[in-house]
């Protein structure tokens, strides 16, 4: 009866020590393109903060807005000074939960993806799909979707409306490892 208690105890403590398991990436990537007759623009930012906590499903994403980059200064220089105001708005975040985090084993798995992106000082709710694959080791979410720059009071001025889509596609894909305090 001892040995069939401490096994119990034994499991409850690997259960309970596995659930506040946490998967943290300070170099995730963030891409968004916009595509139009006169120009395409793209940009990239390969240092971004994503955080999931096992135990919940809630996942949190931080984007520092200067660290996009762009093949052009120019556009880079417009970008953070015109249309984001990177100084004003430094950083772009998300704090949400996958719905159906408990379903994602150890195999590629689609998820939803609910939560509140802020960009620009605006707030929205969104609801995306996105990719999973989990391993012992790391938690690989990617995927894409689409905003609009009005929703987040992004104006573009008129003399480059027609070379800036007012719809962006933004592409992601962060590789999670085990997060060890």
Do not use: W
């Not at 798995?109 to 000082?121: D, E, R, S, W, Y």
């Amino acid at each position: 009866m001892k040995i069939l208690i401490t096994i119990f105890c034994c499991f409850l403590f690997i259960t309970v020590c596995n659930s506040q398991e946490r998967y943290l990436t300070k170099n995730g990537s963030i891409t968004f393109y916009s595509k139009m007759p006169l120009e395409d623009i793209k940009a990239d930012n390969n240092q971004v903060l994503s955080i999931i906590d096992a135990s919940s499903g809630k996942m949190a994403i931080s984007i520092l807005m200067k660290s996009f980059m762009f093949k052009k200064a120019l556009m880079q220089e417009h970008f953070n000074e015109n249309y984001v105001e990177s100084d004003k708005f430094p950083k772009a975040t998300f704090k949400g939960s996958i719905l159906n985090y408990d379903a994602i084993k150890q195999a590629a798995t689609k998820a939803k993806v609910k939560g509140i992106l802020t960009i620009h000082g605006i707030s929205k709710e969104i609801t995306i799909d996105a990719n999973f694959t989990k391993t012992k080791e790391t938690v690989e979410v990617n995927g894409s979707f689409f905003i609009e720059m009005d929703d987040f009071d992004i104006e573009i001025p008129a003399v480059v409306a027609k070379k800036i889509a007012t719809k962006i596609k933004v592409s992601f894909n962060f590789n999670h490892k085990p997060y060890k305090k």
